[in-house]
């Protein structure tokens, strides 16, 4: 480890040079991914300093302790020992994370699917209470999000609804919430108290660019069809909204966000692109990860993996079986706690598999 620590420390201090050269500085996109890399590199190399000088501490904490005349220095020395090996335990779990190779796909902004499953009307008013959920957290992270296409439930909620979700490391935060959500709680529309179970699917998509998925345009039906959406007095009277079929795949794409026709187009081909990418990102992952069985990571749209219990205020996630009883703060967007319990636990599973920089 201190051999990868130190090419760190190196390659860190190369950047640091590089990254201030005019050069670089008037390229666009070598100076943005450079500046990426210093980034990155920099807080490993932050927390190696501290790790570096906790080392020599203890080796002088130690030397004291053998070779100090005075008993009463020694017990000191012991004392101070006993006070900094626990935080150079702590301070070894923290590189050991720190050199686990990151997700290339954390950076990038996302496309999120929100859609009802079973349980009727009721399954669409839960798809609306998770995506507001989602607004809230993003207005916590930060991020800016934009509704791309919706189709409303005949009480309320939503049936399916799309967005593009922009900010920094949105599907790094995101990623875990791929999966069935389920709820449990006497409906809206249920008059004799009963309490049901109905569930909606999150799909988090990592935006796709062009040079991830090149898509052939003569392999793409493209229809257009009147906007159901807010957008003033275009709405229903112009044809501006597009609906993307990708004939090889079958995937079919539409987006009646934007007034103009063209707009849409662009946007749904990002939504199409995004889908695309992730149908070949999780092919790759399956070839390369055919022997875990991670339930923290798989990111599959078909796990159950969230109940949400309104009598009990209880919400479970059964991955990693971490129960909380503050449903009312989670559903206004308090979900930072599940997002970093489930980083944490898939982090320690790749550390089991010996996975490092």
Same mark, same amino acid.
């Given at each position: 480890?201190?051999?990868?620590?130190?090419?760190?420390?190196?390659?860190?201090?190369?950047?640091?040079?590089?990254?201030?050269?005019?050069?670089?500085?008037?390229?666009?996109?070598?100076?943005?991914?450079?500046?990426?890399?210093?980034?990155?590199?920099?807080?490993?190399?932050?927390?190696?300093?501290?790790?570096?000088?906790?080392?020599?501490?203890?080796?002088?904490?130690?030397?004291?302790?053998?070779?100090? #005349?005075? *008993? %009463?220095?020694?017990?000191?020395? =012991? !004392?101070? $020992?006993?006070?900094?090996? &626990? #935080?150079? *335990? %702590?301070?070894?779990?923290?590189? =050991? !994370?720190? $050199?686990?190779?990151?997700? &290339?796909?954390?950076?990038?902004?996302?496309?999120?699917?929100?859609?009802?499953?079973?349980?009727?009307?009721?399954?669409?008013?839960?798809?609306?209470?998770?995506?507001?959920?989602?607004?809230?957290?993003?207005?916590?992270?930060?991020?800016?999000?934009?509704?791309?296409?919706?189709?409303?439930?005949?009480?309320?909620?939503?049936?399916?609804?799309?967005?593009?979700?922009?900010?920094?490391?949105?599907?790094?935060?995101?990623?875990?919430?791929?999966?069935?959500?389920?709820?449990?709680?006497?409906?809206?529309?249920?008059?004799?108290?009963?309490?049901?179970?109905?569930?909606?699917?999150?799909?988090?998509?990592?935006?796709?660019?062009?040079?991830d998925v090149q898509i052939n345009m003569n392999d793409v039906r493209i229809d257009t069809f009147m906007s159901s959406g807010a957008g003033g007095q275009s709405v229903n009277t112009t044809y501006s909204a597009v609906r993307l079929t990708h004939i090889p795949s079958g995937l079919v794409v539409s987006c009646q966000d934007e007034r103009s026709q063209l707009k849409n187009k662009e946007r749904a081909l990002g939504v199409l692109r995004s889908r695309l990418y992730e149908i070949k990102l999780k092919e790759h992952n399956d070839a390369i990860s055919s022997q875990r069985k991670s339930m923290v990571g798989s990111g599959d749209r078909s796990d159950k993996i969230r109940t949400y219990n309104y009598p009990q205020s209880r919400i479970t996630d059964h991955r990693i079986g971490y129960t909380v009883y503050n449903l009312p703060a989670v559903m206004e967007g308090d979900i930072g706690e599940f997002i970093e319990r489930l980083r944490i636990a898939e982090n320690t599973e790749r550390m089991q598999e010996g996975e490092t920089i």
């Open positions: 480890m201190q051999d990868k620590l130190e090419a760190i420390k190196e390659r860190f201090e190369e950047v640091s040079q590089q990254i201030i050269q005019p050069e670089i500085v008037s390229n666009s996109t070598k100076y943005s991914k450079l500046s990426k890399e210093y980034k990155d590199l920099g807080k490993i190399v932050e927390q190696y300093t501290i790790y570096q000088k906790l080392q020599k501490d203890i080796a002088g904490t130690k030397d004291m302790i053998v070779n100090e #005349k005075d *008993e %009463e220095l020694r017990q000191m020395a =012991k !004392e101070e $020992l006993d006070e900094l090996l &626990p #935080k150079m *335990e %702590e301070m070894d779990l923290i590189i =050991k !994370e720190l $050199l686990i190779p990151k997700d &290339p796909n954390d950076s990038r902004n996302i496309i999120l699917e929100v859609r009802g499953g079973t349980g009727g009307d009721e399954a669409a008013i839960f798809a609306g209470d998770i995506f507001r959920m989602y607004q809230r957290f993003f207005e916590k992270m930060g991020w800016r999000s934009s509704i791309m296409d919706f189709t409303e439930g005949t009480n309320g909620g939503y049936k399916e609804i799309i967005c593009k979700v922009e900010g920094d490391d949105v599907y790094g935060k995101m990623k875990f919430e791929s999966g069935v959500h389920r709820v449990q709680r006497v409906p809206q529309t249920e008059s004799q108290g009963r309490i049901h179970t109905s569930a909606a699917s999150v799909a988090v998509l990592p935006e796709a660019e062009e040079v």
